[in-house]
């Protein structure tokens, strides 16, 4: 996990805990130390409904920029004298590249949202802080919360795409969508590294997908981004050449209109969505999407990463 705390050995608590708890009787198939962690997990969650304290008052900010250690079998705790504040953990804006990468490696997969949700944190589990999993007034963890945040955004510009089928079920990239994560993945290095956030205020992309279209000035182009996450010698883009032509003249647009800073958060985002519904209405592009996704050389993505 990224910027660790030295608020307490995790060593310590571990032996702790292991000292605390005695299970007879372990179920199978169960690390020792997840099994204790959840008894004490929840026979505290027990005493604070018998004592109607069921929020935790200490809030994690504070919690970490304090001091804890193991004397004995005691867990022994000390204020921080002064806290700062630490912020509220990796921003949205911050997980959209790699999202769109998930999506491309796992995109035959069938997961509800929850399920991409757990299994994108897990990938990126070692990028992330500790105050990226706190949880929220709702009860949801934060890192949960704004992944959910990052895909809306994502869809509210037409990189993932938006119908009946997928509404609030599933998460499905577009066709730049696919543009960006293929570009994502050539520069990833094969790690999910969450890439820094530039600086640009005015903008509630990230620069990778703003600067995405950059080296796409030919059709020969967005057919070699494509073909970079197919199958080799795939036949897809000879067979549907018309539509993909067309579609290119319209992601020039759309990319001149996500990058064009004079104009409101509000306006890209209907403009963009103008070029993305043009796009998605074409006539064969269903069509597309399905012998395209065929091709996709999902086993050497998996590899890679």
Not at 49 to 59: G, K, V
Not at 112 to 138: A, H, M, P, V
Not at 198 to 216: V, Y
Not at 265 to 274: G, L, P, T, V
């Amino acid at each position: 996990m990224r910027g660790k705390q030295a608020y307490i050995n995790l060593e310590e608590l571990k032996q702790l805990i292991d000292e605390w708890v005695l299970i007879e009787g372990d179920p199978p198939d169960r690390e020792n130390l997840q099994d204790k962690l959840d008894i004490l997990e929840r026979a505290l969650e027990s005493l604070r409904i018998e004592c109607r304290c069921i929020e935790n008052q200490l809030p994690l900010e504070i919690f970490i920029q304090g001091r804890a250690r193991k004397e004995q079998n005691t867990l022994s705790y000390c204020f921080p004298a002064r806290h700062d504040s630490l912020g509220s953990g990796t921003p949205p804006i911050q997980l959209q590249p790699m999202l769109l990468l998930f999506l491309l490696i796992y995109h035959r997969r069938p997961y509800q949202i929850y399920d991409i949700i757990s299994k994108f944190i897990e990938k990126i589990w070692d990028q992330l802080t500790f105050l990226d999993f706190k949880k929220t007034q709702t009860g949801v963890v934060r890192c949960f919360t704004h992944t959910r945040f990052a895909a809306h955004t994502l869809r509210d510009y037409g990189l993932l795409k938006f119908t009946t089928r997928e509404a609030y079920k599933t998460w499905v990239l577009s066709l730049p969508g696919f543009l960006v994560a293929s570009k994502v993945l050539e520069e990833c290095g094969g790690m999910w590294g969450l890439p820094e956030v530039g600086k640009e205020e005015h903008f509630d992309l990230h620069r990778k997908i703003l600067t995405a279209w950059t080296d796409l000035q030919t059709y020969d182009a967005l057919v070699e981004r494509l073909a970079y996450i197919c199958e080799p010698n795939t036949q897809v883009f000879r067979t549907f050449e018309d539509v993909l032509r067309r579609a290119y003249g319209l992601l020039g647009d759309y990319w001149r209109v996500i990058q064009d800073g004079t104009k409101s958060i509000k306006e890209r985002k209907q403009i963009s969505m103008e070029h993305i519904n043009q796009l998605e209405a074409m006539a064969e592009i269903e069509q597309f999407y399905s012998e395209f996704s065929k091709c996709v050389n999902v086993e050497r993505l998996l590899r890679d990463l």
